[in-house]
């Protein structure tokens, strides 16, 4: 039976290429799972042993217990298990899954599924081909409704994104999670077929910087008008994502913005932890007032060591653009763009789709001085140690 699951998954390999391990449904400490059919057909798996299989107006249950998951189909308890595998029967098959306790709402995606415990909970690993994986991303990040180009630069994006942090959760047994810090994946697509010839068409397209590496290729909803300088965000220069006015997201919906908070609240955050000189004759008057006509990392002045990035964690800002004043007993914030700032602003590339500019110049506009690639010749390049001779 132990040959017969690794060869099951040899011929998913096959027609998965470039598989990925997806963790999912990583907001929640999952006791308790459900999932369902949504389209073609799926083997059960209890560690080595098959148990059933998946078909239309079926589900099963997975809860931990103890140090293992029992396993239920609808009511009757099919047994314990260290580790539970989906294994699709073909390409397009996807499943629904849903976390009970806690509650969650309902989630499709395609390819695989892995369940085993960790840390007392549910851990769930989509096991999923990287083209599946791109277009559950871009709807995720991007949404409906786009322009072909713009949905192909976040595809090029996206596929240097994943490919660049690998790596990242390799502790936890899997790649990438579904949370913004890797990339949202909360679904597999659904509603827009141009997101899936987004990325076929631009299949195996990735970016590199000129030092022959991975670019960083960061994104965000909305600048507020310019981009941000990467350092002021995480203390790190690249030559690539320098600050620049974007004049093409200065009109779109996230645009501005406008939050009151309490004097109190803010000075109190401000002397406690970074012990605002309230008394200074420059500096005490200035508590609950700034100005931001172009981005800035600090508060007032660097000498103050306030980073801005700071103060939009505390308060939970749309960014770190903004300007404030008092009035009566609150702050005003006044502020422009939701995000970082770094890199590409989302509304300002779809607008640019919008005015048809290509995907290759809305990448170049906001990563100047990077190439494009196809993945497969910069790994050959890479071990000839021949890839900074693109630059030349």
Partial sequence: MKCLILFLFGIIHLHFSQELRIGILRDYAIQRSVVSYNQGSYSLFGDTLLLDSLFEHQLFEFQTDENSILVKKGVQKIGYFNKVFLIANDSNSSFTIVSKIPQSKERK????????????????????????YLAGVIESEGGAGRDIEYYKVQGVMCRTYALKNLQRHESEDFMLCDRVHCQAYHHMLRYSPKIQ?????????????????????????????????????????????NTFIDTFCIYTKQATWEKKILQQIWADFLVDKYNYPIYDSVY????????????????????????????????????????????????????RGVGHGVGLCQEGAMRMARFQFSYKQIALYYFPGLKFIQYDNFLKLKNQNKVEHLFE
Wanted: aromatic letters at 14%; glycine letters at 8%; a negative charge.
């Fill in 109 to 132: 995606y395609k390819g695989n599924l892995e369940i085993f415990i960790q840390k007392s909970k549910l851990q769930v690993i989509n096991v999923v081909d990287m083209d599946s």
């Fill in 284 to 335: 005490g008057p200035l508590i609950f007032s700034f100005n931001q006509s172009e981005r800035q990392a600090f508060y007032h002045s660097s000498s103050l060591g306030i980073p801005l990035r700071d103060i939009r964690d505390q308060f939970d800002l749309k960014s770190t653009f903004f300007n404030c004043y008092p009035e009566g007993k609150y702050v005003v914030l006044r502020g």
């Fill in 197 to 241: 010839d987004a990325v076929n068409q631009t299949k195996g397209e990735i970016l590199i910087d000129s030092d022959g590496h991975l670019a960083g290729t960061f994104f965000h909803a909305n600048c507020g008008g310019q981009t941000s300088e990467a350092a002021y965000i995480w203390n790190k220069n690249l030559p690539y994502l």
